[in-house]
């Protein structure tokens, strides 16, 4: 799979993922801050990055003989979930 096949792939996982914890916040917070924080979480994500930290997961899954992509995917969503929050984290503190 090339690198723009993964993407495609790669991001309809996250955004099912992110559409599932943004109905979750909004159950558990009624005030709009919440709502906010997670908004500009999904705006970071899909700020048009080109995945290519879950990608070398995903290559280095199938260079060693990996075989369920669809779950090695989704694995390799959280390591672009972790750098972007890491950068969300620091615009915070750098305001």
């Known amino acids: 799979m090339d690198i723009r096949s993964f993407k495609k792939v790669s991001d309809k996982?996250?955004?099912t993922y992110i559409k599932k914890k943004i109905?979750?916040?909004q159950k558990i917070a009624s005030?709009?801050?919440?709502?906010?924080l997670v908004?500009?979480?999904e705006d970071t994500i899909f700020a048009g990055g080109k995945r290519i930290r879950?990608?070398?997961?995903y290559l280095?899954?199938?260079l060693?003989?990996?075989t369920k992509d669809s779950e090695v995917i989704r694995f390799s969503g959280s390591a672009e979930l972790v750098h972007t929050l890491a950068l969300i984290?620091?615009?915070i503190i750098d305001q």
């Open 31 to 36: 005030w709009h801050r919440p709502h906010a």
């Open 64 to 66: 060693f003989g990996g």
């Open 39 to 41: 908004a500009y979480i």
């Open 60 to 62: 280095a899954y199938k």
């Open 23 to 25: 109905r979750e916040a």
């Open 54 to 57: 879950p990608y070398l997961i």
């Open 89 to 91: 984290h620091d615009d």
């Open 13 to 15: 996982i996250l955004q």
